[in-house]
C-alpha cells in the first residue's frame, strides 16, 4: 500500500518560515519526480514546485527565490522550505509522487498551511 504523509503545516506570520515534509512508503521515491502542489479556497490546484531524481528543480514563479525543495531518496522523503511567507501562500499544500516511466501518481493527505498577522 503506498502511502505519503505531508507534515509541518500551521499558522504562522507574514515574513515568517514553515518546513513541510513528506514521506513515502511503498513506493521507492528514486522512481518518481517529487512535487508539492497547493490549493486556496475557490481556487485550483497549482504546482508549487518539484524535484526529479536528479534533482532538477522547478518552481512556480511566486515562490522563486522564496521555496526551496529537496529530496532525500536514504530516507524516502521529499521537503519544501517555505520562506518570507506571504498572505497568499495560505492553502493546503499536497505532496504529489509522479513515476517518471509509467503513469502512476500519488497523493498526500495535505497539510494546512495559513500566513497571517
Known amino acids: 500500500q503506498v502511502q505519503l504523509v505531508d507534515i509541518g503545516g500551521g499558522l504562522v506570520q507574514p515574513g515568517g518560515s514553515l518546513r513541510l515534509s513528506c514521506a513515502a512508503s511503498?513506493?521507492?521515491?528514486?522512481?518518481?519526480?517529487m512535487g508539492w502542489y497547493r490549493q486556496a479556497p475557490g481556487k485550483q490546484r497549482e504546482l508549487v514546485a518539484n524535484?526529479?531524481?536528479?534533482?532538477?528543480?522547478n518552481y512556480v514563479n511566486s515562490v522563486k527565490g522564496r521555496f526551496t525543495i529537496s529530496r532525500d531518496n536514504a530516507k524516502n522523503s521529499v521537503y519544501l522550505q517555505m520562506n518570507s511567507l506571504k498572505p497568499a501562500d495560505t492553502a493546503v499544500y499536497y505532496c504529489?509522487?509522479?513515476?517518471?516511466?509509467?503513469?502512476?501518481?500519488?497523493w498526500g493527505q495535505g497539510s494546512q498551511v495559513t500566513v497571517s498577522s
Open positions: 524535484i526529479n531524481r536528479f534533482r532538477s528543480t
Open positions: 511503498g513506493i521507492s521515491i528514486d522512481f518518481y519526480v
Open positions: 504529489n509522487a509522479r513515476q517518471t516511466y509509467g503513469g502512476n501518481t500519488y
